[in-house]
């Protein structure tokens, strides 16, 4: 049963192609990523996820077209986006603020998943005092608490060093397992992909159309060193390139 | 731990920052005692630091009457300012034509010569409180106004963007992000214009006042005591900085998280 699902999904900025032809589906409870070159177009697709851009093409939520945005996705942008002016759990509240929960009742209903995402006694800390896996755990806990259908995940690790991100991949990967988050990441990480998804969608260079799907059998928890195979035929798709199906845009 | 030990640390940093700067200006005034005194130039062209401050303590009570005028249109000049300035720098940032409309006006604004403008606004509004009002703010407005409205733009774009999406209007935008992303500047701003505020009240005063450091300064040059005008202008460099560190303190006081950025935190991180 899909949740999301885009049919032939189309961007131009100007007179510029992004996004040529994108179509996929998010059933609930999978996790699904976005894997393609840097400035492929990734990052417009959850514009148009989010309602700040406007696109050609199918858009469809629960069967539906996609209207009231914020409604469905709680967004996680590249950087962890945390205001240096409120503390960790103001920052985790802000979602819930926004969508008119008071400030107290807010906080009552954060307070809680502080020691789950390892942030317990780092409350009524600034963004500054933390490390940049702490932070993102924070952003993360700022996205899932607004309780919205399916989670929008922009390189959430990008910007790490290599070790912390392959310990928030790891985290998450648990996080996920018990959660069961409806999840939509875009990556340029082969190995991140192929460690969280369940389905990955491979993009081209812009302007970006899909050159693969492949679903990911590895069982769960994920080993690491068992998905050396499916990286090798993903890298090998990103680094010589050829439709699979009749896409002849340009 | 005994908190005052904690409190009183940063000021004793703050203290040992301050030694080059005491030793800079103490260099300075023992060479101009030591002329003033040895090469026999007369008191009434350049008077030594310790006459100048037997004078200031010996006139204390005109000096201390004449400042509060000015204390005063500095003040609300500066509040006055402020407001506007605040109010204008919203509507910049929600109608952003407005800048282009206004913005060069404001500039011309600040190439305006006090030396000519002081006298015309005297001329203009009379002795009172207003026109020395209007001078400070019209050299504080425009520092104030330029660092909000940039302050309002460094607001980082993928904060805009996650509030956007979690359903924010322009206003929440602004209130959550673009307000407290210009802090800094407006801090920036606020020890700028700060610094001309005194000046521009005095500069009011000078072009006719009843009373303040302005006019004092002009009386006491027109009968020949250098002595006093310096004392004066002792007075009001000691007002500029009183106020510049008024902002640092309110800077400190608004921007928790300034200060708490510069120590990493202290208990261990969990996994």
């Known amino acids: 049963m899909s949740r999301l699902e885009l049919r032939h999904v189309r961007k131009a900025f100007g007179g510029l192609d992004v996004l040529a032809d994108i179509s996929l589906n998010v059933g609930a409870g999978e996790f699904v990523s976005i894997l393609g070159p840097s400035g492929a177009g990734k ?16 858009m469809l939520f629960d069967g539906a077209p996609l209207d009231d945005h914020g409604r469905h996705f709680a967004f996680m942008p590249q950087r962890d986006a ?21 400030r107290k009742a807010a906080r009552a209903r954060v307070a809680p998943l502080f020691a789950e995402f390892g942030l317990a006694g780092f409350e009524r800390h600034f963004p500054a005092q933390l490390s940049g896996g702490m932070r993102q755990r924070a952003a993360l806990l700022r996205t899932v608490v607004q309780e919205r259908d ?95 199906k009749g896409n002849d845009h340009d | 731990m005994v908190s005052s030990s904690v409190a009183l640390r940063p000021l004793a940093g703050s203290l040992a920052k301050a030694i080059p700067a005491v030793l800079s200006v103490g260099l300075l005034l023992v060479a101009w005692e030591l002329y003033a005194t040895y090469s026999g130039i007369k008191p009434t062209i350049l008077p030594a630091p310790s006459r100048v401050f037997q004078q200031a303590m010996l006139n204390r009570e005109a000096l201390i009457d004449n400042a509060i005028p000015t204390i005063g249109a500095t003040l609300i000049g500066f509040a006055c300012s402020l407001s506007v300035a605040f109010v204008l720098s919203m509507l910049v940032d929600f109608f952003w034509p407005l800048r282009r409309a206004l913005f060069p006006v404001f500039i011309v604004s600040q190439t305006l010569p006090l030396v000519a403008i002081a006298p015309l606004v005297v001329l203009w509004f009379g002795f009172g409180l207003m026109p020395k009002i209007l001078l400070v703010a019209l050299v504080t407005f425009f520092p104030t106004l330029v660092a909000l409205v940039q302050g309002y733009e460094a607001t980082e774009v993928e904060i805009g963007q996650m509030l956007r999406a979690m359903g924010a209007g322009r206003w929440r935008v602004f209130m959550l992000a673009r307000l407290p992303s210009a802090l800094p500047y407006f801090f920036a701003g606020l020890r700028i214009s700060i610094t001309y505020a005194v000046v521009g009240a005095i500069f009011a005063e000078y072009a006719g006042a009843a009373k303040g450091l302005g006019i004092y300064m002009l009386n006491a040059k027109n009968n020949f005591r250098p002595d006093l005008v310096l004392a004066a202008v002792g007075v009001s460099a000691a007002l500029t900085l009183i106020l510049f560190g008024l902002t640092v303190f309110l800077q400190r006081l608004a921007m928790p998280w300034e200060r708490a950025g510069r120590q990493p935190a202290r208990k261990g991180a969990r996994r």
């Open chain 1, 150 to 244: 399916m989670l929008l995940l922009d390189e959430p690790f990008g910007a790490l060093d290599a070790l912390t991100r392959t310990a928030m991949q790891r985290w998450l990967e648990q996080m996920w397992r018990e959660h069961h988050w409806t999840a939509l990441l875009i990556t340029h990480d082969v190995r991140e992909a192929v460690f969280l998804s369940d389905c990955i969608y491979v993009l081209s260079a812009r302007p970006a159309r899909v050159l693969r799907e492949i679903p990911v059998p590895l069982p769960r928890p994920r080993d690491p060193t068992g998905a050396a195979a499916l990286e090798a035929e993903i890298l090998d798709i990103l680094l010589n390139p050829q439709p699979s």
């Open chain 1, 43 to 58: 990052s417009t697709l959850f514009q148009l996820l989010t309602g700040a851009e406007h696109g050609e093409g199918e």
């Open chain 1, 82 to 102: 945390l205001m240096p002016w409120r503390r960790i759990l103001d920052n985790a509240t802000l979602g819930l603020e926004v969508q008119g929960v008071k």
